[in-house]
C-alpha cells in the first residue's frame, strides 16, 4: 500500500530563532508546515472554534509540522505564520477594499522587518530602555502567544467587573516590561504602570518597541497613494469566500 504524501514549505521567522533557548524547536529560526487540507477547512468551520476565538490557533497548530511549543511563539513570529498559513491554504493573492477601493496584494512578497542583531542577547528575551521624560530604567520584553492569552483574560476579567472597563494599553504594558530602576516584583511593575508611567514615555516605549521587535511588514502602497499603510487583516483573510 502506497503512502500518500503532502508537501510542506519552511517558513523563515522574523526573530530567526535568535531569542529563543537552545532547547526551543523554534531556535533553528526555521518552522515546517504543512499544506491546508479539508481537515484544517472544518477547523476554519468549526463553531466551537469560532465562538473561542482559538480558530486560528487551532488551524496554525494543525498546520506546523515542526515540534515546538506554540505557546511560547513570539507574536511577531506567529504573524508570519498565519501569513504563510493563508498562503498555503488559499494562495497568495489577498483581494480586499480599502479606502473605497479594490486592491489585490500578493502576499508571497511580504517580507520580515529588517532587526537589528546587536540590540539581541542570544536566548534572551529582555532589553532596555531608558524612558526619555521620566529617566526611569525599565528592561522589557516581547509579546508571546502565551501572554497574549493571559492578557486577553485578564481584560475579559475586568470587563465582568466593570463593564466600562477598557484598560488594555497598560495591560499589555504590565507583561511587557519586567523590571523598573531594578524592582522585579510584580506589584511594584504594575503599581509604576498604573501611577507614575507618563504618558509620553509610555509613547516612547511602544514606539521604540515597534521598531525594533520582529515582526512581518504587512503594510502596501494603495493604488494612486506613495504612503504605506496597513494592509487590512479581515475576516476574508482566511475566508476568502466571505
Not at 477547523?43 to 515546538?68: H, P
Not at 530604567?137 to 467587573?161: A, G, N, P
Amino acid at each position: 500500500m502506497s503512502e500518500f504524501k503532502l508537501p510542506t514549505e519552511v517558513v523563515e521567522l522574523p526573530s530567526k530563532g535568535l531569542l529563543y533557548s537552545e532547547e526551543s524547536g523554534l531556535k533553528s529560526g526555521k518552522i515546517e508546515m504543512k499544506y491546508m487540507t479539508a481537515r484544517e477547512e472544518d477547523i476554519l468551520t468549526n463553531q466551537s472554534y469560532i465562538s473561542k476565538g482559538t480558530v486560528l490557533d487551532k488551524l496554525m497548530q494543525s498546520l506546523i509540522v515542526s515540534k515546538i511549543d506554540y505557546s511560547s511563539l513570539l507574536v511577531g513570529d506567529k504573524n508570519a505564520i498565519m501569513v504563510a498559513a493563508r498562503i498555503l491554504g488559499y494562495g497568495s493573492e489577498y483581494k480586499f477594499s480599502y479606502g473605497g477601493e479594490d486592491q489585490i496584494v500578493d502576499l508571497s512578497l511580504i517580507e520580515n522587518k529588517e532587526i537589528d542583531k546587536s540590540l539581541f542577547k542570544e536566548g534572551n528575551n529582555k532589553f532596555e530602555f531608558t524612558l526619555p521624560h521620566s529617566k526611569n530604567h525599565i528592561t522589557f520584553k516581547f509579546l508571546t502567544h502565551k501572554d497574549e492569552k493571559d492578557i486577553q483574560r485578564e481584560l475579559d476579567s475586568l470587563k465582568k467587573i466593570n463593564k466600562d472597563a477598557s484598560p488594555e494599553l497598560t495591560t499589555r504594558l504590565k507583561y511587557m516590561i519586567t523590571s523598573v530602576e531594578g524592582k522585579t516584583e510584580i506589584k511594584d511593575i504594575r503599581d509604576f504602570i498604573d501611577n507614575y508611567l507618563l504618558a509620553k514615555d509610555s509613547r516612547a516605549l511602544r514606539e521604540h518597541i515597534k521598531e525594533i521587535q520582529p515582526d512581518v511588514d504587512l503594510t502596501f502602497f494603495p493604488d494612486g497613494t506613495e504612503d504605506r499603510v496597513s494592509i487590512p487583516v479581515g475576516v476574508n483573510f482566511f475566508w476568502p469566500d466571505v
